[in-house]
């Protein structure tokens, strides 16, 4: 079926055959492209309609038709806003509409005098239908929204833009779980203070906050109450005018949960009460601050009883671990960081066949070095700061110039490809392989060295020790051991056995005594690497793909399939942090030397640098 734009036509509905209303005679087709096929829905600017893209073969897309109420046209100065919100809607979609959760804008134009613009079609309910199928969201679906639309209303922000009606309506889900953001035709630049003349309320009444209403003025701040106040709505399926007492100018949603003998975590709870503050001073700041809150509880130290000038209490572990840059640069899986010794230069590789170059601070990209044929699967820097050495399924491996990116020296013949890649302080290059062996090469000569045979299956991991140079190699598919050798004379000093599954990810501590190792069989376990004794095993979730130990061998990350990145302390292996904000499985991390950065990979097609705060 096709249905008639015109507002004024009497029998909308018309076969997909023909190119003309039979009622109207209005042209069915908009700008020999958009076919209307069902009206979605109106408000007080405009109307919605299902429609088809001819150019994209007939995919869905959203039509957007300006017809503002008649008192609105009527109005000069109403109009004139009006006008302005639905055209400054495609300006926004058009600066924002690279992110995914965020509707792409294909089109905006005018047709017969009137206003469209056409936007990517979302499949999914708003939560306001889904409150009202199925009732109040539990608590962890609450959480579950905040992480998953903090981050939006972050990046819209750091582009200077405010939504300024953040509401159950105007957020769509997707059959995937994930949340959409739409309607910015109310957005503004933070700029601009004031959007139209005092007295013109942008936003809706009871999710807006005070200053938004009152003013017409709006910050980062105002889109964070709003954003409270929706999950508050979902929380307790109350309306906000309901859970607000005027009087005492204070929230009742703690109350109105309680009358249903429902009590709620502290954390979510102390998020939502801060988020939804009158006074914008007294809010959070800015998405990502609401988001430390909502991640991390602080964690438990430990430190002498009694300090003294040559016994000082140690430093105080970071409590949490933000996220300030999002690496988006690869096309492909990101599957391997590594952190220059002097913690200013990050690189990731990636099986786009790439490998990234990036300042670590800024998040800039520094450069593309593209000299592989098939996935970079490995990375290593030398502890000189000189040379990068990447490995891939192309089967060989290359030696670069970290300073230039020029490309040194190439070292092929391997009759499996790398997998992992580390390097002995006194430069030897060390490579775990398909083909359950170890090769060895003089980094600076370019020399083969030799192989380590043993495994039983592919060496999925390998380090290095600093102290005696002892290398450690974890296997893969059906040799579930950890080996330790005599990197020197290639001899096997001792294996360790405990995990059921592939051993994914291993490090040392910085003087050598223990092992961190991470594994297939969902397990984390700490070794003392000379005895071979397992101090304690941590069960997980999902499989432990990295792991990664911090400089002053405190704490160390492990990172998961499921997404997450969890820290933990050494000593006890108690947890203490859990970083969410992934969306598909952790491939790699690793700690700044500095100790002031974490740096993870995912399947997400990301690299994302977390900074340390105390």
């Known amino acids: 079926m096709s249905y008639c734009v015109n507002p004024q036509c009497p029998q909308p509905e018309n076969p997909d055959n023909v190119k003309f209303c039979r009622s109207c005679g209005t042209k069915l087709q908009l700008n020999d492209r958009y076919r209307a096929m069902s009206l979605l829905g109106e408000g007080g600017f405009g109307r919605t309609f299902i429609a088809e893209d001819s150019d994209r073969r007939n995919a869905k897309c959203v039509i957007k038709q300006f017809l503002p109420l008649p008192q609105v046209q009527q109005n000069p100065d109403m109009l004139q806003t009006a006008t302005k919100m639905f ?22 134009f005018e047709q017969e005098g009137r206003l469209y613009l056409v936007q990517q ?9 889904d409150l009202e199928e199925n009732g109040a969201f539990p608590e962890a679906e609450i959480e579950a929204i905040l992480l998953d639309l903090l981050p939006i209303l972050q990046y819209i922000h750091e582009r200077n833009i405010i939504h300024r009606d953040i509401k159950p309506e105007n957020i769509l889900r997707r059959p995937d779980g994930k949340c959409v953001l739409i309607d910015f035709g109310v957005a503004k630049q933070l700029t601009s203070t004031v959007l139209v003349k005092t007295g013109t309320k942008i936003g809706t009444e009871g999710y807006a906050p005070i200053e938004q209403l009152r003013g017409g003025k709006a910050f980062p701040a105002s889109d ?8 508050i709505h979902l929380l307790s399926d109350r309306n ?19 009358n249903r003998g429902i009590e709620i975590n502290p954390r979510l709870g102390k998020v939502l009460d801060k988020l939804v503050q009158e006074w914008v001073s007294d809010r959070y700041e800015s998405a990502d601050r609401a988001l430390v809150d909502l991640y991390w509880l602080p964690p438990q ?61 800024t998040g800039n990209l520094h450069g593309t070095l593209s000299a592989h044929t098939g996935w970079v699967s490995c990375l290593a820097i030398s502890p000189d700061n000189q040379i990068l050495a990447s490995g891939s399924l192309d089967n060989t491996l290359k030696l670069w110039n970290l300073g230039s990116g020029n490309l040194m020296r190439t070292l092929g013949g391997l009759s499996g490809y790398a997998i992992s890649l580390a390097i002995s302080p006194d430069g030897i290059l060390v490579v775990g392989c398909f083909d359950n062996t170890i090769k060895l090469w003089d980094l600076n000569s370019g020399n083969f060295i030799g192989t380590l045979t043993g495994h039983t299956g592919y060496v999925e991991s390998v380090c290095v020790s600093s102290q005696d140079f002892t290398l450690a190699s974890g296997g893969g598919y059906d040799d579930h051991t950890i080996k330790l050798w005599d990197i020197d004379n290639g001899t096997l000093k001792n294996t360790l056995t405990g995990h059921s599954a592939s051993v994914r990810s291993i ?12 594994s297939e069989d969902k397990t984390i376990k700490l070794w003392e690497s000379v005895s071979g004794k397992v101090i304690y095993s941590i069960q997980n979730p999902g ?69 340390a705060i105390l």
């Open 87 to 108: 055209t400054q809607e495609a300006q926004r979609l058009l600066q924002l509409g690279d992110h995914p959760q965020i509707p792409t804008l294909f089109g905006d």
């Open 121 to 129: 079609f979302i499949d999914g309910k708003n939560l306001l239908q």
């Open 224 to 231: 964070l109450y709003s954003l409270g106040v929706t999950c």
């Open 240 to 258: 906000p005018d309901e859970l607000y007492d005027p009087i005492n100018g204070r929230w009742l949603w703690r109350e109105a949960l309680m």
């Open 301 to 361: 130290f430990s430190t002498p009883a009694s300090p003294s000038a040559n016994n000082p209490p140690p430093a105080k572990i970071p409590q949490t671990w933000k996220c300030v840059h999002t690496l988006t640069a690869h096309s492909n899986y990101a599957i391997d960081v590594a952190i220059s010794p002097d913690s200013k230069t990050l690189v990731s590789c990636s099986y786009d066949k790439t490998i990234k170059v990036w300042d670590i601070v």
């Open 507 to 518: 490090a040392f501590t910085s003087d050598g005594t223990q092992i961190v190792s991470g």
């Open 543 to 611: 499989w432990v793909q990295a792991v990664a130990l911090h400089p002053d061998d405190r704490i160390f990350a492990a990172g998961s399939r499921d997404s997450t990145i969890r820290l933990y302390h050494v000593e006890n292996g108690e947890e203490f942090a859990t970083l969410k904000w992934h969306s598909g499985p952790i491939t790699g991390l690793a700690f700044s030397p500095d100790g002031t950065r974490l740096v993870s990979s995912s399947w997400d097609k990301t690299v994302k640098i977390w900074q």
